[in-house]
């Protein structure tokens, strides 16, 4: 028994945020975050890949020797708390080869003085050497922005001033909420670049296939692309549920179910539908209910909704829909399933 489990290869496959070796794609995007604008806005549904584009950016900013601070901002409902987060991490790394002494910034100044005194300071100090600050489920600024207003203000006009220290927010695509808080003044996002992030294409969906080694027919990799959509997070399930010890089993009605059954989808994929908005919601159930579901079609359906097609562009963006010839689809098999067995209430537009 032994032996065989030595012999067993660990299946590749996982649920988690991947980083280094494992992650797969969005090259340029990962160009684009560590080299240009010093402060970017990424917004993706759950589950698209933004822990790992993050993780990713700190994996690549700390070996060219460059500190990277992860920062998640989940459960954080204030801006003191998001204050503390701040110092807390900034306190906690230790980096070989960078140092706060070496230039004369003591990180508690972010506890003791003002959070923007000691964030202008820093950066000073740091005179043009990069140091990233990666905050992720940064949806939680919409919460935060209607409790304090002021904070958020300041915060979004540091960001503009800021040479070394580099700002990725990543959040859910209702950050976009926080907009509504600055109707007297320029939106938070103006000025704030911001990238979408999307289900894989067919050249990264290959590759992240193949990664581990895999050798696999274009018919089955064909499949799996069907099943997926090519979204990271059902890629990851279905391979990892056809994995046996270093190939693809082919994909069967069993097999797919043994996929869906082997993650709690049920609350998932409840949670990704809520953070879409009423519209939304009821946009996706209306196509669920036809096989592809054309313009025409779905203009009837919804004859007020003047942002249809741009409602449409967005879902497909975000990895809940896909475009097909004579209109759009479920994204994927996993979702239709769901949508099929567990519909939630009809949401009225
Ligand atoms: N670039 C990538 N390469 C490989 N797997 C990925 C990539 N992006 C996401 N995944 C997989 O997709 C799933 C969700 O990723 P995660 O980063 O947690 O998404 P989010 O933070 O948007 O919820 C995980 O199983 C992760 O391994
Ligand atoms: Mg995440």
Redesign the pocket.
């Known amino acids: 028994m032994g032996n065989e489990k030595r012999n067993m290869k660990e299946n590749p ?6 980083s280094g070796e ?5 090259k340029d995007l990962l160009e684009e975050l560590l080299d240009d604008s010093s402060r970017h806005l990424l917004i ?13 950016v700190q994996y690549l900013a700390h070996q060219r020797h460059q500190p990277a601070f992860y920062l998640s901002l989940e459960g954080v409902v204030n801006y003191e708390e998001l204050q503390t987060s701040v110092y807390r991490h900034l306190r906690r790394e230790k980096f070989k080869w960078f140092d706060f002494e070496r230039i004369g910034f003591d990180p508690r100044s972010f506890e003791k003085e003002n959070f923007f005194d000691a964030l202008f300071d820093l950066d000073e100090k740091l005179d043009g050497q990069s140091l990233f600050l990666l905050f ?1 489920e940064a949806q939680v600024l919409v919460e935060i922005g209607r409790q304090a207003p002021a904070f958020l203000q300041k915060w979004r006009g540091a960001l503009a001033s800021l040479r070394s220290l580099k700002t990725i927010f ?1 959040a859910f695509p209702r950050i976009l909420q926080v907009n509504e808080l600055f109707e007297e003044t320029s939106p938070f996002t103006s000025g704030l670049p911001i990238e979408y ?1 999307s289900v ?1 294409t067919a050249s ?1 969906a290959e590759e ?1 296939i193949r990664r581990p080694g895999i050798k696999i027919q274009s018919a089955q990799m064909a499949e799996i692309f069907e099943c997926t959509g090519r979204h ?2 059902f ?3 279905l391979c990892g549920a056809l994995y046996t010890n270093g190939t693809l089993a082919k994909l069967t009605p069993e097999k797919f179910r043994a996929a869906y059954n082997s993650v709690p989808l049920h609350g998932i994929l409840l949670h990704a539908f809520n953070t879409l908005s009423d519209e939304e919601k009821a946009v996706m159930q209306a196509v669920h209910q036809k096989d592809t579901a054309s313009l025409q079609i779905l203009r009837s359906e919804f004859p007020t909704s003047r942002s249809l097609e741009s409602i449409l562009d967005r879902m497909v963006s975000y990895g809940y829909l896909k475009k097909a010839s004579g209109g759009y689809k479920i994204i994927n098999a996993f979702w239709s399933k769901w949508l099929k067995e567990e519909m939630p209430e009809p949401v009225a537009a």
């Not at 496959?13 to 991947?18: A, F, K, N, S």
């Not at 993706?44 to 990713?56: E, Y």
């Open positions: 496959y996982t649920l988690m945020p991947v494992a992650f797969v794609g969005r993706g549904a759950p589950r698209i890949g933004k822990t790992s584009v993050l993780k990713q992720d990543a992030l894989f990264e992240f990271p997070f890629l990851q399930i």
